[in-house]
């Protein structure tokens, strides 16, 4: 028979849990009190800021269970998190896992959902120190506050992107857009989970290493994960930074798999680059001058490429698109709204 | 008409809650980045560790909308939180509240939710500086991770009850359950939530400043809140330290309020106190002649009563009562399991 919660009731999940991380994760420094106390505690580094964030989904609307593993999903759920930590330029270290879980939920999966967690944080030396386990009813979920560090007074905002700074992204935001698209257009399941794209959508990559060293070089002026959309995210800076932004439709960076699946879904690639994404690239502003060394601290860390897509303006709040034929179209600055009835499920 | 969170979206709600907390909550000293990034931050002070904790109230399990207010919900969710600082002898800081929501929830419910928080954390200097929303399908939830900090390795466990140590607890156990059965028996609502009782299940008191002052005092071995119930949590500390415990039912506190409650309602006013609780008091364990130093440090900060209830003993996880006939009865010592079957709604 399948062992469920209900079997093993929350003190039982608890302790196997407990002896999952202890077994499977990293030794979290610097910790002072971890699992089964009423708080966990550790001891901050002198002369850093502690970074926190959180950050959830919900089944149904971030995920579809059918579509995605209880492993990917423990990765995806942690790369959320990672990424904001990264944005701002810092390192993650712990994580509180905050789930609401159904009786009928098979420990098995839960224990696989850890293991996604662990898959994404061990590489980082970070570790799962606490958390919360709670009956959900209908809408399961995961809710995870990650907690970091950077040196006091480092870390980078979106509020200080400069008139006249270039504009880059990571990678190639709308591949993890193009997987979800890929799913809920496909007519069979059998061999999609493996497709490049739909792995980009289930286990996206999170650029925490990227960010890091970015803020390192000293040259970045403002910086924001994709997690609301390309031009959801930039029209934060903008927003924060008082500024507007003037984007190159021809330098946007689209992969052969994206162009692909975009005709095969009959699709607009730069709608999924723009408007969906989904993913979890980094957007860096800094002076045009200094774009080769933003380059250079990332090829550092990873062979993620920097392409550089536009320049920050003195018009604040307006996001404008120069087409091949040398026209201008202007963009609305809207991103994932979670309670528009219009809006989509990702966070 | 009334406006709903479709009205306004995520953005605007955000607007609007940081506008709220500007105006009406406390400025969180040491914030280095505060809401409206991709993660807040704060120095830390030297020589203290950083406490966390998180605690998640699901609708229709831990709370029905028809019995408690938002504003009242915030207040409860933020209690609990901040119980589990002063569990360990902390001080509460920073929150960071994550909401799943419908889209036809009102504006002003989430604002009252909001001045809840706002309540509860004000009088200890603390603050909202971060959090996340998202739309929730059928079970809205309020997950809040509560940041305090405790001088360096001076937090108080559940695992160092030593054998012969006096057991006490704080105020009077039971009266919140008690007020959640008065709810759940009632014929009509009419004036019940003026009722001390229900007063105390839908607006609980955390003993923060108790357990502050417990930890100041160098008497305390053990610590834990009651949110799993009396005997629940004592279970904790006797499996965590390796111990046994003996209570005596004569010298269990029992509220005159309480007492009438459990004879209208039928019930034993026992159970109340020691299986359900419901409340988030202090359970202290102590070297026997140091109960005084205890009382001594509760009473310099509040008017809260501490009453010696039992012993532990080194019969480890064996729970007696000592009825007044002078036999004994064997308790288990299970508190709320959010998974079995017959478990019930608490944290």
Not at 242 to 268: H, R, T, W, Y
Request: glycine share 12%.
């Amino acid at each position: 028979m399948t062992e469920t919660l209900a079997d093993i009731g929350e003190f039982g999940l608890i302790d196997r849990i407990h002896e999952l991380l202890r077994k499977e994760g990293v030794q979290a420094p610097g910790l002072t009190l971890g699992i089964g106390d009423d708080t966990a505690s550790f001891l901050p580094h002198a002369g850093y800021d502690v970074l926190v964030t959180c950050d959830c989904m919900v089944e149904g609307r971030h995920y579809m269970p059918q579509y995605i593993t209880p492993l990917e999903l423990g990765r995806r759920a942690m790369v959320l998190n990672i990424s904001d930590i990264g944005a701002v330029g810092g390192n993650p270290l712990y994580a509180l896992v905050s789930l609401g879980l159904r009786s009928d939920t098979r420990v098995s999966d839960v224990e696989a959902m850890y293991r996604g967690f662990v898959a994404e944080l061990n590489p980082l030396d970070a570790s799962v120190i606490g958390g919360n386990l709670t009956k959900s009813g209908d809408g399961p979920f995961i809710d995870i506050t990650l907690i970091g560090e950077v040196a006091h007074d480092q870390a980078i905002r979106r509020s200080t992107a400069k008139v006249g700074d270039a504009i880059l992204v990571t990678g190639y935001p709308g591949q993890s857009a193009a997987g979800l698209q890929l799913l809920l257009h496909a007519q069979r399941m059998k061999g999609l989970r493996d497709h490049p794209l739909v792995r980009a959508f289930n286990t996206p990559s999170h650029r925490a290493r990227e960010g890091w060293a970015i803020a390192q070089s000293g040259c970045v002026t403002a910086m924001i994960d994709t997690s609301d959309g390309f031009l959801g995210d930039l029209g934060h800076i903008c927003k924060e930074s008082g500024v507007g932004a003037e984007l190159s439709q021809e330098k946007l960076p689209i992969s052969d798999v994206l162009n692909q699946a975009a005709q095969d879904l009959g699709q607009d690639p730069y709608d999924l680059i723009l408007k969906d994404s989904d993913d979890y690239e980094l957007i860096i502003t800094c002076a045009p001058d200094h774009v080769g060394q933003i380059c250079s601290a990332v090829s550092s860390v990873s062979d993620v490429p920097v392409t550089e897509v536009g320049r920050i303006t003195d018009v604040a709040r307006q996001i404008k698109l120069n087409l091949p034929d040398g026209t201008w179209s202007e963009m609305t600055p809207a991103g994932w709204d979670h309670f528009a009835d219009s809006g989509g499920g990702h966070d």
